[in-house]
């Protein structure tokens, strides 16, 4: 498998993660992450590690560390807020409004008949989401996304329970697959990191072939474009 590289520098990797491809090993087994970090070593001599995760569906930038103290940063910098991310999905349904913010604690439920998901509860952990309305077509939403913390499926749940309208071909808060979705359809479109010392990691990923077929092509993902190579 061929990786885009969106930034690259001596502590730092960028790829854009194709959707469907899990970080880790899967319990059926199965294609993840885990299989190419020989392979992003890129001549160093460490294999880089996902300093944050996104969901096995979600496609687009992630963040590899190439040593344990850069990881060690970048984690926290994940923890304290300090990383700007951008997020592009397209909802089922046409959204009201043009753009807001979401803010809806989260807590995880599990049962033995429907497995674990997240639902918006007081108890919950604090989440928020600004979120702007890019473009309508055939009765669909692209939306911009900007979390300003990172639960688990946040987005996802903030679309379904927020906007009123889940993910298009979201399996556990929509209506799972449907023609011309064969994925949750959200693409990590942006990631700003800055560093004390040192230029920001900077990285933009391309709009996917799917969202493209849904017709919306012609919207660019916003960023910074340093330039981009295969590995």
Known sequence: MQFTILFEDGEALVID???????????????????????????????????????????????????????????????????????LGVVAGVVEGDEGTIELALKKISSAADGWRMIPARAGKPAVTHWRKLAVHNGLTLVEFRPETGRTHQIRVHAASGLGLPLLGDPIYGAGTVPGAKRTMLHAAGLVLHREGKDP???????????????????????????????
């Open 17 to 87: 993660k194709p959707g469907g491809l899990p970080l880790d090993r899967p319990r059926a087994g199965g294609a993840c992450i885990e299989d190419h970090v020989e392979q992003l070593r890129l001549g160093f001599q460490r294999s880089p590690a996902p300093v944050h995760r996104l969901d096995r569906d979600t496609s687009g930038c992630l963040l590899l560390a190439r040593n344990p103290k850069a990881l060690k940063r970048f984690s926290a910098a994940f923890e304290e807020k300090q990383v700007e991310k951008r997020y």
């Open 201 to 231: 990691i900077r990285a933009a990923a391309p709009l996917p072939a799917d969202f493209a077929a849904l017709g919306f092509g012609d919207v660019a993902p916003a960023g910074h474009e340093d330039g981009s190579a295969e590995a």
